[in-house]
């Protein structure tokens, strides 16, 4: 009977130990999922932000271009071909 009693000692030994590190790594994994969670949030900040700075940066460069400055003068002439195209489709639609 000794021996079975050893046995079953030694299966809740180990079983105890996994239940721990089950704990353990559920705690980790928990931990590992709200700092991604924090990441991912910051990383979609950081990319609304590098976005917005693209925009202004356009903007400006259409700014500088119409003040008279050479560099970009085609791409600014693009886009104002661009937004006439787009105003006079609206007007289009309009007198549909």
């Known amino acids: 009977m ?4 050893e046995i079953v000692d030694a299966l809740e030994n180990k079983i105890s ?5 089950q704990e353990v790594l559920k705690q980790t994994n ?3 999922t709200d700092q991604l969670e ?4 910051e990383l979609l900040s950081k990319q609304e932000e590098v976005a917005s700075w693209a925009e202004k ?8 271009s119409m003040l008279g400055s ?5 791409e600014t002439k693009l886009k104002i071909n661009a937004l006439i195209r787009d105003i006079d489709h609206c007007i289009a639609q ?3």
Do not use: G
């Open 2 to 5: 000794s021996k079975i009693e």
């Open 17 to 21: 130990k996994i239940l721990h590190k």
């Open 30 to 32: 928990a931990k590992l």
């Open 38 to 41: 924090k990441q991912q949030k």
């Open 57 to 64: 940066y356009e903007t400006l460069k259409i700014a500088n």
């Open 70 to 74: 050479d560099e970009n003068k085609r």
């Open 94 to 96: 309009i007198s549909e």
